[in-house]
């Protein structure tokens, strides 16, 4: 079955960097897409980062753009997000996500990042 295991959340300094991890297992990882999203308390899921198959085609939230990266590693079924500068608002719950070719939408249990001094 599909699984999405997302790790590297912890508490962090305004102004530091953190890399989170998301192991993908139970589909052609390869060639689908994959995105990272995040929730802040009381707030709605947010896109943060797409990276299309093969790593191709980047895309990010207005809000991060510059300070994040999206990255995979095909051999390894992971994908990554470096983030750096990081900022107060950044705070949230960081989910991996993807689709798969049958249209089915598979979400991690999420990892916490919190920003603060």
């Known amino acids: 079955q599909v699984q999405l295991v997302e790790s590297g959340g912890n508490l962090v300094q305004p102004g530091g960097s953190l890399r989170l991890s998301c192991a993908a297992s139970g589909f052609p990882f390869s060639t689908t897409a994959m995105r990272w999203y995040r929730q802040a308390p009381g707030k709605e899921r947010e896109l943060v980062a797409t990276?299309?198959?093969?790593?191709?085609?980047?895309n990010y939230a207005d809000s991060v753009k510059g300070r994040f990266t999206i990255s995979r590693d095909n051999a390894r079924n992971m994908v990554y997000l470096q983030m750096n500068s990081l900022k107060i608002e950044d705070t949230a719950i960081y989910y991996c996500?993807?689709?798969?070719?049958?249209?089915?939408?598979?979400w991690g249990q999420g990892t916490q990042v919190t920003v603060s001094s």
């Open positions: 990276i299309g198959t093969y790593g191709g085609g980047t």
């Open positions: 996500y993807t689709k798969t070719s049958d249209f089915r939408v598979y």
